[in-house]
């Protein structure tokens, strides 16, 4: 079976999954749900957003005996495996936070964790696809919880795990970040990624440098189409992203600073101009399918097809290679989970 190419196809459709069975089996299966989906293909790690989109979608997951398996138009396809639930989800913080409400498993062995599910654009300014306000998590995060957190999956999971903020005022995200990374840091050695919005002061960046990785993510590369897409964040324009990404690069090593663009925003040409200027500055392109969430302010909109990923998929690893980026290097966050992006299997050829 070609896995890319059917990585690809369930990301660009959707795959259902019936209410009663979803209801039944998320509490085991945190990731079975028809939100956010994440199972292993063999040893392929498969993520999507779900929207309005995926309720066309010919892929549905059932029960066949005792296991999960995909059916395309009522075909059996495949068998997949859900994403157990840590047993460490079960216990508390020292004092007394439940750690199921402070992180998500979103991928084999990768917890992600809303430090805070505020961002000073939220309304009217919001990015047009983001669905941070409505996580279901705690408001805010202390770094001595997270720590705990950290410490517990990477003993049960080996885990490595993502922190991120919204945009908050003052850099209070970038504050509460490197606290937070600072804090794991001391606790146990884990790889770290910290994903933010543009600090206004860059002496954040040296704060950060216990992360491992790092993501500061334009999402859409065309002016125009940011303005349209990010209205408040497109405040900050792309020479100032660039003096960002240069300081990143100083403080971070090679293949640990990224950012994600959203493919099907924006027209194919300027998305891999975008691909090309990110790379030439040695900065990862992370190659994501835009997945246009029910709860976002684009749910009547579709993923990009599979078609189209996989040219973006095959032109953009052209332009990484070419400026010997390798995204099997990088340490944590979405490049190395790698489910929501089906760009490692497409390079491996599987
Ligand atoms: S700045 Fe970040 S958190 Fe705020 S709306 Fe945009 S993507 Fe979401």
């Known amino acids: 079976m070609d896995i890319a190419n059917l990585k690809m196809e369930l990301q660009a459709k959707g795959v259902k999954i019936d209410y009663s069975l979803e209801e039944k089996i998320v509490k085991k299966f945190p ?155 001391e606790r146990v050695n884990i790889p770290v990624s910290v994903n933010l919005e543009p600090p206004r002061n860059m002496g954040w960046l040296d704060k950060l440098s216990n992360a491992d990785s790092i993501y500061i993510n334009l999402e859409v590369y065309d002016e125009k189409a940011r303005a349209l897409f990010l209205p408040g964040k497109s405040e900050f324009k792309l020479e100032y992203y660039d003096r960002i990404f240069k300081r990143c690069l100083e403080v971070f090593e090679e293949n640990q600073v990224g950012s994600v663009l959203l493919a099907g925003l924006e027209g194919e040409n300027t998305y891999l101009e975008g691909v090309e200027h990110l790379a030439s500055l040695g900065v990862m392109p992370v190659v994501i399918p835009f997945y246009p969430t029910s709860l976002s302010k684009l749910n009547s909109l579709k993923p990009p097809s599979a078609t189209k990923m996989k040219e973006i998929y095959l032109n953009s690893i052209d332009i990484i290679k070419s400026y010997g980026l390798d995204p099997f290097k990088t340490k944590a966050g979405f490049m190395r989970g790698g489910a929501l992006t089906a760009i490692k299997e497409v390079m491996r050829g599987v």
């Open 31 to 185: 990731t079975a749900t028809s939100d956010y989906m994440s199972f292993l293909i063999g040893d392929v790690p498969v993520a999507m957003l779900n929207g309005y989109y995926t309720d066309s979608s010919p892929f549905e997951i059932k029960m066949r005996g005792n296991k999960f398996s995909i059916f395309k138009n009522g075909d059996f396809l495949t068998d997949v495996e859900f994403l157990q639930r840590p047993r460490f989800f079960d216990i508390s913080t020292s004092d007394g936070v439940s750690m199921e409400k402070l992180g998500k498993l979103v991928a084999p062995g990768f917890l992600i964790v809303y430090m805070t599910t505020g961002c000073i654009y939220w309304g009217e300014a919001q990015c047009k696809f983001c669905v941070t306000g409505y996580i279901d998590t705690l408001k805010i995060k202390k770094a001595s919880w997270i720590a705990e957190l950290a410490e517990k999956g990477a003993k049960e999971i080996k885990s490595h795990i993502a922190l991120t903020s919204g945009a908050l005022p003052k850099d209070r995200g970038s504050k509460l970040l490197a606290e937070t990374v600072n804090s794991i840091k």
